[in-house]
């Protein structure tokens, strides 16, 4: 594996702007840690829940009529008489689903929202690769629109760059529906990391809920841009919803400016406290934080990386 | 509050067009700028969540409209000029009127109603209202006003001056009292000649505008004062008394009856005022022995007559309402009947059968004494002295004049007054008499007319003369009022110079009634004196004549006891203060010359009944008014909370403090 990553270095910088060399060659030297031990379709270097074959010896159970043979303990046999299986812990390789959000909010602001999600979801995923665990990202807007597949190894680094920077702010969003669709299609239990603004009028705890039922290991990272959190934003105003049109008159005043700064703030904080008490790590990233920095420090800390 | 309306009405009308239109501007949407955001789920949470926790929204989200609206209704209140009747500050000036007239002696407010107006004077004024710097004035009035106490501080002084107040018996009349109180708060009002006097006769200096309030204490007996103009004067009506009823005489005469020298008839007109059906005892006493009686009844308010016949014989007659009414001093009245009175006239001619005939009837001597004198006689100083001293009340010359216009009423036939002498006369044959008044007393039941005249000699009579018969040539008989007494001229004499007719006068039937007519009117003769009672207030007048050259003082007893002088005033003897009913008598010494009586007489003062509120200029001038209070324009204050509200409006704009 050393050698791999020795050979591929030199491949690994990204083109097109969304990571500085410094930070993949840092990102280089993680893992992706998941707070489960979770199954996953390949043997990789993951220790899974699931029973399997490797050769660390987990458990024994009775056996019963169909089960491989060539696990029965034939030592037990001898001293008990009694047919034992063997359980072994099964090492598999790691799912880690970027679920990143495309809707048309997500264009909004300078730098757009959807640049620094795309960021995290280039410095996660790219770690992934690193470590030979299977990547997917997946750009949602009421559904999974695009997506790169299944992606392992340091060879796929570009491919999922060169994902990341096609993806464009489209159609209106639904943020629930698209996890629902996801949480449908995707059984097997894995890292999720969900990249959104949650500003989507159909709500965030339904989708979320479908993702924690597949027993995944969840992580959002909520972005939003500085114009969100305080608006430059001065008279009679007619604001307009990017996604679905809706206008909304507001003379804006201190005092209502004021008020729309604690709104944004309850609003990010109900978010976190709902993902804190369901084992979700929340994030909130801005557009204007590093999000190298977060990405390091959030996710060290939450145990994503290691 | 008080409105002044400042604008036309077509200025209304626009003025009313300005809030419509704003409000229809307020319909019109503002035209806001579209702005693309992320999402607007925030900030419709944020506005849901200001909607919810702001009281009074609608308020909020409408209060320029609500300002603007403000700000033109209070340029509209401006336009009305509206004012407040409020305490003023600093010096007040207080006005206290109060009403002395005749009504205000009724006793339905124990024990009379100006005692309990200067009791409410003082209670409410002066202990009441006045603070230490403010100043009063006292005002006491019934048909003339006088100043009691002129602006002062001093309380105790006004106290005591209110206190000293006396009834008077004469009728009300505001206007006067108005006069003075208006001219005091408005001198710009006070003409030159209007200075108005206090007690001492010293003017009442109204140097500056003091804008006064005035509280009338008064029953209300006079009538309403449309014309009179307040100006600063803030007047205040407090009515005195309860409604009750009164009845009263308020006419009596006495009056001969034609044909019988003997009687007269006392003739008299009662009021009642009130509501209740009353009987009325009326008696009627002569020389306090009371000789006649009848029962009035009243059944409703009005007027009823009774009338007495009364023997002609010196004494006072005296009628009575044996009644307990509120109002006692029109119950009673009293004329004097005096001996019938000869009227002392001069002959003087030299020689006429015909007038001398005339004034020897048993008619002229019953009402005249006549005394002959020759021409010639005119000329001694005996004469002239008597002449001179208002010894006769008629000289009738014949033919000729006295040299000096005497102290008499003269009657000349033939002649003219010396001091006419030099006027050119023209002669004229046979004049016919074409026209004559045959209204004036002295032509009464004369008839002119057939008149057969030889000649006479036209003079032009000076002006201001009476024409009482006129021929084509120029008036034939005409009188001359000269001071107090009269001249009647008739320019044609009875008889010429040698004894012959000049006219058929003297033959005709006419001609003894003309000298009747001449001796009572001229000769002030009267088959029997009866003194009628006067009014209040009217002054009592005797002809100097009447009294002698040797009266130089002559005192008044008056119904109260006290005796006051008469005052001379040229050519006769004036006495004013009548202001009590009863009987007043002239006194020459110890002998009694003449008495008057007083009688109220007066149907507005006799009505008893309260009036709660009058007229005075402009103003309903109800009980109820606060008193005390100055006018104080409210505009410029309006107008400066419409500016203000039009800097709030333009603040809350720039601020957006309102969503």
């Known amino acids: ?306 | 509050m008080q409105f002044l309306n400042a604008l036309a009405t077509w200025q209304w009308f626009v003025l009313a067009a300005v809030p419509i239109g704003i409000v229809l501007l307020y319909f019109l949407k503002l035209k806001r700028d579209p702005e693309i955001v992320s999402s607007t789920l925030l900030w419709r949470r944020t506005l849901e969540d200001l909607h919810v926790n702001r009281p009074f929204r609608w308020l909020r989200l409408n209060v320029l409209l609500i300002l603007q609206l403000l700000l033109i209704g209070l340029l509209a209140l401006a336009c009305l000029r509206p004012a407040i009747s409020r305490v003023a500050e600093g010096t007040r000036h207080f006005v206290i009127l109060i009403d002395n007239s005749a009504s205000m002696a009724a006793r339905d407010v124990p024990p009379s109603r100006l005692e309990a107006a200067k009791k409410a004077a003082i209670r409410e004024v002066i202990d009441g209202l006045m603070d230490a710097d403010d100043q009063a004035m006292v005002i006491t009035f019934n048909e003339r006003a006088q100043v009691v106490a002129s602006y002062t501080s001093d309380k105790k002084a006004l106290r005591r001056k209110i206190r000293a107040i006396t009834q008077s018996h004469r009728r009300t009349d505001l206007r006067e009292a108005l006069r003075i109180a208006v001219a005091l708060a408005n001198p710009e009002t006070v003409q030159t000649d209007d200075l108005v006097l206090d007690e001492s006769g010293r003017p009442i200096a109204a140097v500056k505008p003091v804008p006064a309030a005035a509280v009338l204490y008064s029953d209300g007996g006079f009538p309403d004062l449309p014309d009179a103009l307040l100006g600063n004067l803030e007047l205040a009506f407090r009515p005195i008394g309860t409604d009750t009823a009164n009845t009263a005489i308020t006419t009596l005469s006495v009056r001969e009856i034609e044909g019988d020298p003997e009687t007269v008839q006392v003739f008299a007109e009662l009021s009642h005022f009130g509501s209740a059906p009353v009987t009325v005892p009326v008696r009627l006493f002569w020389n306090n022995t009371m000789i006649a009686a009848q029962q009035i009844r009243f059944t409703e308010p009005g007027q009823q007559t009774v009338a007495f016949r009364v023997r002609a014989q010196p004494g006072l007659v005296r009628l009575e309402l044996a009644t307990n009414d509120s109002l006692p001093l029109d119950n009673h009245a009293a004329a004097v009947l005096s001996e019938p009175r000869k009227a002392q006239v001069l002959l003087v001619t030299a020689g006429n059968r015909w007038l001398e005939r005339a004034l020897s009837t048993e008619e002229v001597t019953r009402i005249a004494e006549v005394r002959k004198a020759e021409p010639a006689e005119l000329r001694t100083s005996a004469l002239r002295t008597q002449l001179a001293t208002g010894q006769f009340d008629l000289v009738i010359c014949d033919r000729t004049a006295p040299p000096e216009l005497p102290e008499a009423n003269t009657l000349l036939f033939g002649a003219v007054p010396p001091d006419l002498q030099d006027t050119p006369g023209q002669e004229v044959a046979w004049p016919r008499i074409i026209d004559s008044d045959a209204t004036h007393p002295l032509l009464r039941y004369v008839n002119l007319t057939p008149l057969r005249i030889a000649h006479a000699t036209v003079v032009k009579p000076p002006p201001g003369a009476n024409v009482l018969a006129s021929a084509a040539a120029g008036p034939l008989i005409w009188l001359r009022p000269r001071g107090f007494y009269v001249d009647c001229v008739v320019s044609f004499p009875l008889l010429d110079d040698n004894g012959r007719p000049v006219t058929d006068w003297p033959i005709r039937i006419s001609f003894p009634i003309f000298l009747m007519n001449t001796l009572r009117l001229l000769g002030r003769a009267q088959i029997s004196v009866a003194r009628e009672p006067i009014r209040p207030g009217t002054p009592i007048e005797l002809p100097a004549s009447r009294v002698g050259a040797s009266a130089n003082r002559l005192l008044v007893r008056t119904p109260d006891g006290t005796s006051q002088p008469l005052t001379r005033l040229g050519d006769r003897w004036v006495f004013a203060r009548t202001d009590r009913v009863g009987l007043y008598r002239v006194m020459a010494g110890s002998e009694e010359l003449v008495a008057v009586p007083v009688a109220l007489q007066d149907r507005r003062e006799s009505d008893v009944t309260v009036r709660s509120g009058t007229r005075i200029g402009a103003r309903e001038i109800r009980a109820s008014e606060r008193p005390m209070t100055v006018r104080r324009d409210l505009w410029p204050l309006l107008a400066a909370a419409a500016l203000a509200v039009c800097l709030v409006e333009w603040y809350i704009y720039n601020r957006r403090i309102a969503l």
């Open chain 1, 1 to 306: 594996m050393s050698s791999e990553a020795t050979t591929t270095r030199q491949e690994t910088h990204d083109p097109h702007g969304l990571l500085s060399p410094e930070f993949l060659r840092t990102l280089e030297r993680l893992e992706l840690v998941s707070r489960r031990i979770l199954i996953g379709r390949l043997k990789g270097e993951r220790r899974s829940r699931r029973k399997g074959q490797s050769v660390e010896f987990a458990d024994y159970r009775d056996y019963v009529p169909g089960d491989d043979l060539r696990f029965l303990d034939w030592n037990v046999y001898g001293r008990l008489d009694r047919l034992f299986l063997k359980l072994f812990v099964e090492e598999e390789d790691l799912h880690f689903h970027v679920l990143l959000d495309v809707s048309e909010s997500m264009g909004y602001g300078a730098p757009a929202k959807l640049r620094t999600a795309c960021q995290f979801a280039a410095a996660l995923a790219f770690v992934g690769l690193i470590g030979q665990d299977r990547v997917a990202v997946h750009a949602i807007t009421d559904g999974v629109v695009a997506g790169t597949g299944g992606l392992r190894g340091r060879r796929s680094v570009f491919r999922l760059l060169e994902f990341l920077q096609g993806l464009r702010a489209q159609a209106p969003g639904n943020l629930n529906l698209a996890l629902r669709r996801f949480a449908a299609a995707h059984r097997t239990p894995g890292i999720v990391l969900v990249l959104t603004d949650f500003l989507d009028k159909h709500g965030y705890e339904s989708g979320l809920r479908y993702l924690l039922a597949t027993g995944m290991d969840v992580h959002v990272v909520q972005v939003l841009a500085w114009e969100e959190l305080d608006p430059p934003l001065r008279g009679d105003l007619k604001l307009v919803d990017i996604e679905d049109g809706d206008e909304v008159e507001v003379s804006v005043s201190a005092p209502l400016l004021e008020h729309y700064r604690r709104r944004v703030r309850a609003f990010c904080r109900a978010i976190e406290q709902w993902c804190v008490a369901r084992g979700i790590s929340y994030l909130l990233a801005t557009t204007t934080m590093d999000p190298e920095k977060l990405v390091l420090e959030h996710f060290r800390k939450v145990g994503l990386l290691r």
